[in-house]
């Protein structure tokens, strides 16, 4: 979604929403939703740009945090 902002492609925020559903079948929408907005928290903790899609969460969990910021910084290198 960043890209897609990024580059100004249109893109629709439910069909990223469904895409995400088929590769976590247990996870409900709102739960990947609010996970987006806890992705979101954690880029702006370290003052990085998140997607205008997903408000930053308030209540994201110290664990939670750590490991959505582990992840990120995986991704960096890759």
């Known amino acids: 979604m960043l890209k897609y902002e990024h580059d100004g492609t249109a893109y629709v925020k439910a069909e ?7 590769l976590l079948p247990k996870r409900t929408h709102k739960s990947i939703e609010y996970r987006w907005q806890s992705i979101s928290a954690v880029l702006n903790n370290h ?9 930053p969460a308030n209540n994201v969990g110290a664990r939670t945090k750590e490991w959505i910021w582990e992840i990120i910084l995986k991704l960096q290198t890759k």
């Open 47 to 55: 003052n990085r740009v998140y997607t205008n899609e997903f408000k």
């Open 16 to 22: 990223i929403n469904r895409q995400t559903q088929a």
